[in-house]
Nanobody, 127 residues
Framework: QVKLVESGGGLVQAGGSLRLSCAASGFTFSTYTMGWFRQAPGKEREFVAGISQISQTSRNTYYADSVKGRFTISRDNAKNTVSLQMNSLKPGDTAVYYC?????????????????WGKGTLVTVSS
């Protein structure tokens, strides 16, 4: 049974930081590209960050322009976890953040290409 379980969401003031984590189980984690999407109130879900495994020692990371330089995605294949470090948070970052997985080494992530989704964790940034 595949599971993606997010944690780390909460309320933070603008300019603050949060670290989201996603624990994966039920599939071969190292063979999947992992990512984060978010959905703000009244808006469509959008891509935030992705990390693919190119080889045993090489990974590729990519970000939405809106979070580049502020967010950092990482993965630990030994622990089957993917994390999203979010710094310099803005009220516009308020959203439900979803962990996502797609098979293979992908250079980009789209909603339609995702194999597995987590249930999401809420991040609220106050001004």
């Amino acid at each position: 049974q595949v599971k993606l379980v997010e944690s780390g969401g909460g309320l933070v003031q603008a300019g603050g930081s949060l670290r989201l984590s996603c624990a994966a189980s039920g599939f071969t984690f190292s063979t999947y590209t992992m990512g984060w999407f978010r959905q703000a109130p009244g808006k469509e879900r959008e891509f935030v960050a992705g990390i693919s495994q190119i080889s045993q020692t090489s990974r590729n990371t990519y970000y939405a322009d809106s979070v580049k330089g502020r967010f950092t995605i990482s993965r630990d294949n030994a622990k089957n976890t993917v994390s999203l470090q979010m710094n310099s948070l803005k009220p516009g970052d308020t959203a439900v953040y979803y962990c996502a997985a797609t098979y293979g080494s992908k250079l980009s992530l789209t909603e339609s290409g995702i194999d597995y989704w987590g249930k999401g964790t809420l991040v609220t940034v106050s001004s």
